[in-house]
């Protein structure tokens, strides 16, 4: 990534307001640079940072009146800050850096020096403070976005390895180049048109040619689908094709109806005719997918009047029934229309399930009829004096509380259009209420709600949905730093709020025509320390004998919020821990699947897999008890992770590093047999493996899914989410939609080795040649993700590979960024110095450039 580039895309951290002053300074003028010094700082799991303020105006910075308020994933430690600063933790990630006693100021035209150390280790831009603002004594409640804000990149290995014996390295182009090659070109012969791969496929040497003249004919059952096809094909031809009952006469595409499962389809292509038969409209619905991946990509350009589509029969049945896409709006928003684009885009892939996760501790997404404050004040993000107009800034979303992504929610009438859009697509959208812990945004809001009610002298209905005991003096801290973002279980008005909203999505989704089978209650992520201290527990536990320690209010919780759900016909589902129950073993901590309530249907999302962290079978374990299972592994799908280890890769990387390829090789039912690499991207000790538990067949009938997933705290707007989603979402479509390949279950080492070597180089093929071709114009166009080249010096010239086929590389020689008027590489480049090199795609867009040493 260019210095330009990188200084473009930090610029969303801050958002443009009125500049307010302090006398006689204008902060525009403050430039600040951030930079890592050293991780493992003093031997220690640490790092030491740095902040260089300076001031670029002609007006000195005053020695005290302001405070710098930034976000901040790690936490610094006290008592270890230079300058004259002192840093410090508010809530959750936001921080303030203010003036001590011996900071002098900073006059005009210097500089100062900022150190500060924090726990654990920083790698890539995303680690840096975002969202840096100027808060001055006399105007408290307006936050100054700074904007002259750089990161600055790490060059050296004591700035980016994380420890001693770290010894994976910024991934360099010479380290891709060895990396693509294990891909090999694929005969156009040998590839399969018709993604995800089908159960069967057979090509033929005819063509069928469609023009706006070729009728639809359906059956009765498959009206709605013979629309949507209509509609598809009026992308691509300019004009709606006709929908048409007559039988015989002339070419046309027939959608009939045939005895077969669920979502099983056929599709043939004739010269005389297109034919898709199925046994429901959700076959049907698959077997139009398949004809639009078959369909030439460059068709999605530009309408044309002719599209010449090859002749194919194909058989075709989805592996996993739960195939989806998890996504989050809360740490940072996404608008209606990016989400309905997301599930264009998931339809073409044939996923079936959007896990929406509409509530978090940094904000509340969706209206609901009766609590304007959820909304109101959870909804929103800025800077707050009280904090009880809205909620804080997190994630870089900066002081403006209008921000588009801090503040954001779906109105009822947007939440309806969303669901209606998904059903026509045989998308079942799961709400996900995050429930006890991650829930900050709730608490706060019906804190708030409670205040106004009390004062206005209507207790009763002040306290009907109060989240919080006023009285409870705990102390805790959430893994993301809250102090105060847990539910507390204890109170009965926790759970008539629960099914007051509950209730509410029931009725959405009854306006909307959209199925509703159950309710994600959350479950993931309470600390220690929650409810120690509440009457109000103590009040429930002298009530219910059962309940003997705050471990025991988890059990008690889940167990009402499952019944509640069961009474309106919804089974319960969860994040993993809603299935586990704390117990001990030789005297230490430790736990296990719950006995309790395994035969009550519950559904849980596992992602706790992460390599080396000692719970790589977790997912093995619970659906081996009897658990409902969706494999959501850390280790294959979180798609915010970064894709490897380099500073201007964005996303988190605590759990593993994840690209496309990570998805593609991921063995639903074995996926310890092709892990390749631990959390830190180190190459596997495989010992880690004895003693955990595989998954027997009957816990093979538990799992029902796979799911990808994307938390948004590094996902700042749509452009960034797309970069983020693509290509991965292709490896995740594959393995949720296609069977074992024949390398998964080849026992036998090498061969295994070879078979998947092929599998990769036509998947590869796929997505680099037609799928990303086709997504550079389908549904307005994706911003995804484009590989960087490959690239290294062989017998004195410059050679390029690329991970996946299908882009124009182009390179300059004279120190210049290259363009698409760039050489193409087409041969070994022998001029000696510096070479720059860039991927394009269809539409002129590059990725970033890698350089390359001839000497």
Known sequence: MTRTFLAAWLLVLALAVPTVAAPGFDARYLQVRWEIVENNYQGKTQFLSAFTFTNTGKTDLPREGWTLYFNFIRTPIAGTTTGGVNVERLNGDLFRLTPQADFAGLPAGKSVRVEFVAHDWVINYTDAPAGLYLVWQDAPAVGVPVTNYTVLPSTEPRQYNRFEADKIGLITPQVLYEQNKLYHDVPAQQQVPIF????????????????????????????????????????????????????????????????????????????EGIIITAGSA?????GIQSLKTLIPPTAW??????????????QDAPRFGHRAFFIDVCRNFQEKKEIL??????????????HFHLT?????????????????????????????????????????VNGRIGSGHYTRADYIEILKYATERHIEVIPELETPGHARAAVVAMNVRHKRLQQEGRREEAARYLLSDPEDASEYHSVQGWTDNVINVAMPSTYTFLEKVTDELVAMYKEAGAPLKTVHYGGDEVPAGVWEKSPAVKKLMAAEPAIKTTSDLWYYFYGKVSRMAASKGLYMYGWEEIAMRKTQLDGNPHAIPNPDFVQKGFQVDVWNNSIGWGSEDLAYRLANAGYKVVLSCVSNMYFDMSVYKAFDEPGYYWGAFVDVDKLFYFIPYDYFKNTKEDRLGNPLDRSIFIGK????????????????????????????????????????????????????TEKDPA?????????????????????????????????????????TVVDGKVVLNQQLPGFTLRYTTDGTEPTVKSQAYTAPIAVKGDIKIKAFNTRGRAGKTSTVKNP
């Open 196 to 271: 995800p791969t089908p159960v069967s496929y057979r090509g033929g040497p005819g063509t069928f040619i469609l023009t706006p003249q070729v009728p639809i004919q359906a059956d009765a059952a498959f009206k709605r689908e013979a629309s949507y096809l209509a509609g598809e094909l009026t992308t691509l031809l300019g004009k709606r094709p006709l929908l048409s009952a007559a039988s015989g006469g002339a070419a046309k595409i027939v959608l009939q109806q045939k005895a077969m499962p669920e979502e099983a389809y056929t599709l043939e292509v004739k010269a």
């Open 282 to 286: 959700k076959g049907i619905f698959y």
């Open 301 to 314: 350009a530009a309408p044309a009047n002719v599209i010449r589509i090859p002749e194919t029969t194909v």
């Open 341 to 354: 684009k997301l599930l264009d885009l998931m339809a073409l892939y044939k996923l079936n399930v959007l």
């Open 360 to 400: 978090e501790d940094e904000g509340w997404r969706l209206e609901i009829p009766g609590l304007p404050e959820l909304t109101e004040i959870g909804a929103r993000r800025g800077h707050t004096v009280t904090g009880e107009d809205y909620l804080q800034p997190s994630f870089g979303s900066g002081p403006d």
């Open 693 to 744: 538990e595989r998954l027997t067949d009957y816990g093979k009938s538990n799992i029902v899914g796979i799911q990808g997933l994307i938390w948004s705290e590094t996902v700042r707007g749509p452009e960034q989410l797309e970069y983020k989603i693509l290509p991965k979402m292709l490896g995740l479509a594959e393995r949720a939609w296609a069977a074992d390949p024949a390398w998964a």
């Open 751 to 791: 061969r295994s080795e070879a078979l998947y070597a092929d599998a990769w180089s036509s998947f590869a093929t796929t997505v680099g040649s037609r799928e990303l071709p086709r997504l550079d114009y389908y549904a307005g166009g994706f911003q995804y993700r484009i590989p960087s080249p490959g690239a």
